[in-house]
């Protein structure tokens, strides 16, 4: 097909041959005489509208100018909008064809180009991916050395301190395995391994790797990505220990809280503390009270669990201060002593001791912190408990025991005893004389430090193991155990002497202030109860008041005629 401005006439010869030529072309082809003007194109070219577009045929006049001037074949890409999208074409231009004609053949490259850019693009795309990731990538010869890593490296090394470096020396353990990941001859998936950090420490990676080998199928390395997951872990494992702790620490608690006796709630921590934490003996020690808060913390021990010998517990294992409490560690031969404080409203009331022979973890410091702070509550509580049991058992002006105290607990108890030991004891029944006048002429005021007086001097005047309480009013009672009659005769007329001294409170210089005494001696093997003791000391009492008073009587024995 042509385009000719002498398109009336018969086609001449030169333009058959054209036609001919540009037909066998599979692509758009072009024939231009420059001179004349005209130009020969195949349907290809047709087809394309090239001969529509007029920026294309400024752009093809150029080039056959060039081609025809230099007199050599010149090749050239365009673009070009064709048929509404974007077309790409390699052009080569052949000069003086069929005389000074110029010939355009024409290639498609759109497809080429695109598939390279989009080549280009997706590689420029994964090398971001890897660069930015913070995951590393690499790949390994046929011995299991790097030969690639990511250009930021891994593990704290650069890249180019892996780089020719066997993968192994990195490896936690690489005994372990066979062959390492690294050199993996098989694909392997999300496998966790520990590897050296540069600065000596450890990091836990995952590792997913792939063999390659060449044409001949022989293994030439192995390439893969590794996931540092070391904080991950450590989260999960401090996540783990956390839970361990608690449920450990929710086992102690309970165990507390299950006993209904509060004197019994530390010797049930200090054991499942011990048991919690494997140790072979543990202490709980409770802080005494104490008037002066500069002097230095005294504690008594409150409950023990384990045989230990290795001695006392440090003096300097107890010296806590209550603005800044924390846990001491000591070594005592080969045990290993940890020691802290118990706490309840930010003062120090207690301490934890354990002892074992390993040494104690972070997690056992942390749980050993968490017990006692659960102590110092427990403490309190039985503190709480015992104030409460001492307002309920002791007279408040004298802090002896009082009456229900005395006949309601301490008398049984030391009386059933004595059923079982054989032993004897005498009840004192104490009661002042011209007590009242002291109230009437002095007042109360001078009524009570009489009673006061006389509280100090049973005190002087028992033993260690002895018990002594307030009835009521002016009247007292003591127990001595050991006592026979001849014993507690000697002793009644020593505490008469003793009351001589509370003559200064009285009333009257012919009413002198003094007491008097009833005695009841337990002899073993009479069968007598104890309201029968108590009856009978009540009773000699009551003959001495009837009588001379500031005296004593003893009871006639138990079975005796009247």
Not at 23 to 30: D, K, L, Q
Not at 228 to 244: F, I, K, N, S
Not at 401 to 421: S, V
Not at 482 to 498: F, Y
Request: a negative charge.
């Amino acid at each position: 097909m042509t385009q000719d401005d002498s398109a009336n006439g018969p086609a001449r010869p030169d333009h058959e041959l054209a036609d001919r030529l540009l037909s066998g072309y599979e692509e758009p082809a072009i024939l231009f005489d420059p001179e004349a003007g005209r130009i020969v194109a195949n349907r290809q070219a047709e087809r394309q509208y090239f001969l529509q577009n007029h920026a294309l045929m400024d752009k093809l006049a150029d080039l056959a100018g060039s081609a025809v001037g230099g007199g050599k074949v010149v090749t050239a890409n365009v673009t070009t909008p064709l048929r509404g999208k974007q077309s790409i074409y390699q052009i080569t231009l052949v000069p003086h064809v069929l005389g000074e004609q110029v010939l355009f053949l024409f290639r498609d490259q759109t497809i080429d180009v695109n598939l390279r850019d989009a080549l280009i693009e997706s590689r420029q795309r994964f090398k971001d991916l890897v660069e930015v990731s913070s995951d590393f990538s690499w790949e390994t010869d046929a011995n299991g050395r790097f030969v690639f890593v990511s250009r930021a490296g891994a593990l704290g090394f650069s890249a180019d301190d892996m780089v020719g470096r066997a993968a192994i020396d990195f490896v936690v353990s690489a005994e372990e395995y066979d062959p390492i990941p690294f050199a993996a001859r098989k694909s392997v998936q999300d496998i966790e391994i520990w590897m050296h950090r540069a600065d000596g420490a450890l990091s836990c990676v995952i590792l997913s790797a792939i063999p390659f080998v060449d044409e001949k199928s022989d293994y030439l390395g192995a390439r893969g990505v590794c996931r540092d997951v070391t904080h991950e872990r450590e989260r999960a494992t401090a996540l783990a220990q956390a839970h361990q702790r608690e449920q450990v620490l929710g086992y102690i608690v309970n165990t507390i809280r299950d006993e209904i006796d509060p004197t019994n709630m530390l010797g049930a921590a200090a054991a499942a503390s011990a048991r919690a934490l494997g140790a072979d003996a543990s202490q709980i020690l409770r802080r005494k009270p104490q008037k002066d808060v500069s002097a230095m913390a005294q504690y008594d021990i409150s409950a023990h669990y384990g045989d230990l010998d290795a001695g006392p517990l440090p003096t300097d294992a107890l010296k806590f201060d209550d603005g800044s409490p924390w846990q001491h560690d000591f070594e005592v031969g080969d045990w290993r002593i940890l020691a802290a404080p118990c706490i309840h409203a930010g003062k120090v009331n207690g301490v934890l001791a354990l002892w074992k022979h390993q040494d104690w973890s972070d997690d056992d410091r942390l749980l050993v912190n968490d017990i006692s702070n659960q102590l110092g509550i427990a403490i309190e509580q039985i503190a709480n408990h015992e104030s409460i049991v001492r307002i309920s058992r002791t007279d408040p002006m004298t802090g002896l025991l009082n009456r229900r105290a005395f006949y309601e607990e301490e008398l049984p108890r030391r009386f059933k005893r004595l059923e079982h030991d054989s032993g004897t004891g005498a009840l004192f029944y104490v009661d002042m004389d011209n007590f009242k006048l002291v109230n009437d002429v002095h007042g109360h005021q001078k009524g009570d430090e009489a009673i006061l007086a006389l509280s100090d001097l049973l005190h002087d005047f028992v033993r260690p193991g002895d018990v002594i309480a307030r009835l009521g009013g002016d009247e007292f009672a003591l127990w001595l155990d050991g006592m026979d009659e001849t014993a507690a005769v000697t002793r009644s007329r020593k505490l008469l002497d003793m009351a001589k001294s509370l003559r200064k409170f009285s009333g009257s210089p012919q009413a002198p202030l003094g007491i008097s005494i009833g005695i009841a001696i337990y002899q073993p093997g009479m069968g007598e109860d104890l309201p029968s003791l108590m009856g009978r000391a009540d009773n000699a009492m009551y003959e001495v008041k009837q009588n001379s008073k500031g005296d004593f009587c003893l009871a006639p024995s138990y079975g005796a005629a009247p």
